[in-house]
């Protein structure tokens, strides 16, 4: 294992490197840099899976961590399953400490239709927190093109709030460069997507969106809330 990790004043260099490079070049600069002290967060939409893929040529026993909050539609539940299958995925599935029936009795029912950030933080944002703390650092799916809020999101960089580096190796890639890439491989997909789903969450707080409209605009419908939490500005991070 690498003791000898980047200090986190080199990430806007290393990230400045690293611009033009192919997502395949960042996860092999990441496994060699990291080794088992790297893991891979997905929720197995569509940048994931590529992900997933890509890994396989590099480092194909990576932990791969995903947050099963107990409220996943069953279509992801299935793809989850077929993917761990096909690829023999290190899969980790992080539980929150809370049942769905433990949080309604602590908290009511229903909590993500009241409260959907604290519901949030119970049941993905926590857990993961507590998982990251057995790493030094994480892949994610996090794409420019994704949403306003995540425009400017390096493709490497010093994650503030966990204290890690986190790894964006295709935020330089668009949805459909994605897609194209799916096809290509002939890769699996959750099946919502055929049915005007373009981003999956739980699914008490998804649903399908209209054709044109904002991909994310299917997310926490009834509430300002834009993200679960887990990922935020640099702003936000330091103050949580």
Avoid at 65 to 87: C, M
Avoid at 110 to 123: M, V, Y
Avoid at 173 to 200: F, G, K, Q, R, V
Avoid at 218 to 236: A, F, M, N, Y
Wanted: charged residues 20%.
């Amino acid at each position: 294992m690498n003791n000898t990790f980047p200090d986190q004043n080199e990430f806007t260099a290393i990230a400045e490197r690293y611009e033009s490079s192919s997502p395949q070049d960042i996860l092999s600069w990441a496994t060699r840099t990291y080794g088992d002290q790297l893991a891979l967060v997905t929720s197995f939409q569509p940048t994931g899976i590529v992900t997933l893929h890509m890994l396989q040529q590099i480092a194909p026993d990576l932990p791969v961590l995903t947050l099963d909050t107990g409220l996943l539609f069953q279509e992801t539940y299935s793809l989850i399953d077929q993917l761990q299958a096909q690829f023999n995925l290190n899969l980790h599935r992080i539980r929150p400490q809370q049942t769905v029936e433990q949080q309604a009795q602590a908290h009511g029912e229903a909590l993500w239709s009241r409260d959907p950030d604290l519901c949030c933080n119970l049941r993905k944002t926590r857990p993961l927190d507590d998982a990251l703390t057995n790493y030094s650092a994480w892949i994610t799916g996090l794409r420019r093109d994704q949403s306003p809020t995540r425009a400017n999101t390096p493709v490497i960089q010093w994650d503030k709030k966990h204290g890690l580096a986190k790894l964006c190796p295709f935020a330089t890639w668009t949805e459909s460069m994605i897609w194209t890439y799916i096809e290509a491989y002939d890769l699996p997909y959750n099946t919502l997507h055929d049915n005007n789903y373009p981003t999956i969450g739980c699914f008490p707080c998804t649903q399908p969106v209209s054709d044109g409209a904002d991909p994310r605009a299917g997310r926490w419908v009834q509430s300002s809330k834009t993200e679960c939490g887990i990922h935020l500005p640099d702003s936000e991070e330091l103050q949580n």
